[in-house]
C-alpha cells in the first residue's frame, strides 16, 4: 500500500507506521477514480449516458468472462 501511494506521488511522515486501515483509507481518498459527470437532460445528454451505460455493461460482462475463464483453468489445472 505503502508503494502505491508513493508511486501516485502522495507523502506523508510516518506512512511506514500507518496502519493498513489508514493506509486504505489515504488509498481511496487519492488513488480511486471520482464519479463520472453527469450529463444535461438533452438530446445529446441522454445519448451520451446510453453511451456509457452500453460501455459499462460490456466492460462487465468482459471482467465476468475474464473472470469465468481463470476458475475454468484454474479447476483444469487442480484436475490434471
Do not use: W
Amino acid at each position: 500500500m505503502c508503494l502505491l501511494c508513493s508511486q501516485k506521488c502522495v507523502k506523508l511522515p510516518n506512512m511506514n507506521a500507518m496502519s493498513k486501515a489508514q493506509l486504505v483509507e489515504i488509498f481511496y481518498r487519492v488513488a480511486v477514480p471520482l464519479p463520472q459527470r453527469k450529463y444535461k437532460d438533452n438530446r445529446r445528454g441522454r445519448l451520451l449516458t446510453k453511451m456509457r451505460r452500453k460501455q459499462e455493461r460490456s466492460r462487465q460482462k468482459t471482467e465476468t468472462a475474464e473472470k469465468k475463464y481463470t476458475l475454468y483453468l484454474h479447476c483444469v489445472v487442480s484436475i490434471l
